[in-house]
Each structure stands twice: as structure tokens, then as C-alpha cells.
């Protein structure tokens, strides 16, 4: 098995989709997400973090690696699959990885799929001071009732002019909303997919 997995043509704008803390590359958020940009003509790279690797590997569940390593790995896929200027970003955890790389030369923008603003029940821990600073552009996806930062909550946020933030209808951290909301995960996840291809081509284009 692959620690990396690519969807579409070497041809297309490219996205390098990083996961969550607590599951890899072929967990099916990201699958659908790969896949739907795919259909919009974007090639996607997912990979996967040396923790995850060796789950994979002897299927011991272990925590995420501390972000210096993260940072480097990540680092290492962007300078082995960038050509050109790409756009990153990932799920959660590995949106947050990104977006402390957007400065990267190779990296044109960042896209951060629920980004985790802070542990559920704790906002003191906040986790976002660098979007205060970002220069390059960032997209934020953020359900608007997600406990890692509610809408509410991230409206109160000193973010950039840099990142925009668009909010997923009552979506969870997997952007997954209420059954009584009128609204599907399916739906949600399509949204999520359109925004974010229209912005990897606005950055491709621009760059």
C-alpha cells in the first residue's frame, strides 16, 4: 500500500489534501472530497503523516506526531509533487498543518476543511493566532455548528483579510448537519467541493 494516493490528470490545478488527526487518507470525508474535485478537474494528492503510515502498518492506533514532524513531511510531499505552485490544505488537523505552510514558495494557497480552532469545550486553547498574519490566500470551511469553532465563535475571530470563510449549513467538524435541518451530508459535502475547486482555480489562474 501507497502512502500516497492520486486523483485526476498531472495536467489539472493541483491540491494536496492532508487528514485529520484521527484518520487517514482513505477515510471516506476525504475520499468524497478527492473525488469530487477530481470531477471539476483538479488533480488531488493525498498522503499520509508517518504516524499513520505505521497504523497502517501494525493497526496500533496512535496519536499524531508533533507538529515539527508533521510540517517536515508535509513539506517533503509538496517539494516531491509541486511542479509549479500548488494550493494545500487538508481535514482539520492537516488544514491547520497547511495553513501554517502557506508562506512556502512552492505553495500558492491554503484550504483548511474544518479547521480545529480549538479542543471541544476549550476554547482558552485557541489554535488560530497565525490566521491573524497569513498573507497568501486561505479558505476556511467551517460547519456552523462545528465544537472545534462554531460560527458564532470564529466571527469573533482576528483573522487576515487574506482568509476567507465560508460556513457549511449546520455542519458538524465532518460538515455532517442535523437530521432535522433539512439539509444531507451528501449536500454539505458538495458545497464544500464547489467552493473550494472555485478557489483552487482562482488561485491557479491568478498565479
Known sequence: MTDVIINGKHSDPVFIFAHGAGAGMEHPFMSAVASGLEQKGIQVI???FPYMQKRREDGKKRP????PKLLEHFQSVIEQHASSSVVIGGKSMGGRMASLLA???QVAAAACL???FHPPGKPENFKGAH???IEKPCLILQGERDTFGKK???AEFSLSKSVKVHYIPDGDHSF???KS???TEEQNIAQAVEVLSQFIFEVANAS
Open 181 to 183: 435541518s433539512g439539509f
Open 152 to 154: 458564532e465563535e470564529v
Open 176 to 178: 455532517k448537519p442535523s
Open 46 to 48: 493525498r498522503f499520509e
Open 103 to 105: 508562506e512556502h514558495h
Open 64 to 67: 499524531p506526531d508533533r507538529a
Open 131 to 133: 490566521l491573524a498574519s
Open 114 to 116: 474544518g479547521f480545529p
